[in-house]
């Protein structure tokens, strides 16, 4: 295995081992919460002596070789030293929020990231005595500003979720690296395939696995890979403790997934600059956010620190809410739904009075900035494995469809226009 490097190989071969007594070559699913000890094993009974990730198997909240085949493996895929899986991505995040900081200390996060990172964040870490200054992640001079004394760690998230913008990782790993503090990276919507944020100079890079990894929109899960040190501390401190532990079958699903995962996001990531294309060729889209269109702000970040764009892409719609319901009611073949990364395409619309102006956390300059990006609200586009051109058939024909305003359950409608004012 160790002759042979390339990401596409190890995305099928690392961490697999062919089973010795049987010659399965898929591994089994380790379906047990607990294993067999040796009597009056020494140190065994309690994660505080659990010594590495390889230390004996005793239960599987500690870990269990199912977790340990894609946790190997999807260390190989980030050029990491380790790898922990966890029951969900937030559980990854709060895991290394709550391993990293203590009362006292003070976190700098993106304002925009995944909205469950921004509530852990905005909401309840300061329940903890945790201080959290949320700063435009895209410019390393307002990390650099609001570094304090008792800064602990910087979050990132690039592209960030719904609006695909973009951090240059590089430029704040040098000012974080300066200040001695850890970087991490939640790179979930570029997945392994297009980013590398651990060689570009993070400290720790987070994935919800449930999106491109798996695959599949079947299974939760996630990780986080750095160094061997810090994530086995994350292991032992948090994910032991917080209880976030991932299913010996939703890791089998996962590490199945991961086979095809290059795959994938090459095929969603060519259909999505087609499908931008179109949208953006569209009388009746305002604007499309997509890091592969020249017309993104940061294309040329994009071009430097991605290997390829993606299959997440944003847009607006001229005429605001009532054209995102005539287009919510008329896709056919997209699904309305969240979460992304499946093989299924899958659209989402958020309006921004919801996700910005109603958030608590957010300072009225920050609303300002974040609108300058969202509008009256995003689509959000998770491109699938569907035939691109049957895709834009449809978005074409729920564009051009007639309103269907009158159809629209009138509490939902109402609803919706009190939150679009
Ligand atoms: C979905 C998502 C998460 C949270 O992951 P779960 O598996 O749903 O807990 C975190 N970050 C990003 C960018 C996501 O898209």
Known sequence: ????????????????KADQETGALRGPIHMTTTFKLPKFGVKLFDALFMESPDSPFVYTRWNNPTLRSLEVRLAALEGAEECAVFGSGIGAISALALTLLSAGDHLISSDICYAGA???FGVHLPRFGIEVSLVDGSDPDQIQAAIKENTKLVYIETPANPVLKLTDIRAVSQVTKAAGIP???DSTFASPVLQQPLALGA?????SLTKYINGHGDALGGMIA???????????EMLVHLGSALSP???WLINRGVNTLPARVKEQSASALKVARFLEGHPSVERVIYPGLESHPQHALAREQMSGFGGM????????????INLAENIKLFQYATSLGHAHSLIFYYPSDLYVDAVPYYSEEQKKTI????????????????DPDDLIQDLDQALGAKSIKGKVAPMVYELLKKYAG
Request: hydrophobic share 40%; no cysteine.
């Open 1 to 16: 295995m160790d002759d042979y490097q390339a990401f596409e190989t190890l995305a099928i071969h690392a961490g697999e």
């Open 118 to 120: 921004l509530e852990l």
């Open 183 to 185: 970087l991490v990276v």
């Open 203 to 207: 400290d720790y890079v987070i994935h």
């Open 226 to 236: 750095g160094s061997s040190k810090e994530v086995h501390r994350i292991r032992k």
């Open 249 to 251: 079958f939703n890791a």
């Open 313 to 324: 892409l944003s847009f607006q719609l001229k005429d605001g809410l009532e054209g995102a």
């Open 371 to 386: 609108r300058e990006w969202s509008g009256d609200g995003v689509f959000r586009t998770s491109i699938g494995l569907e």
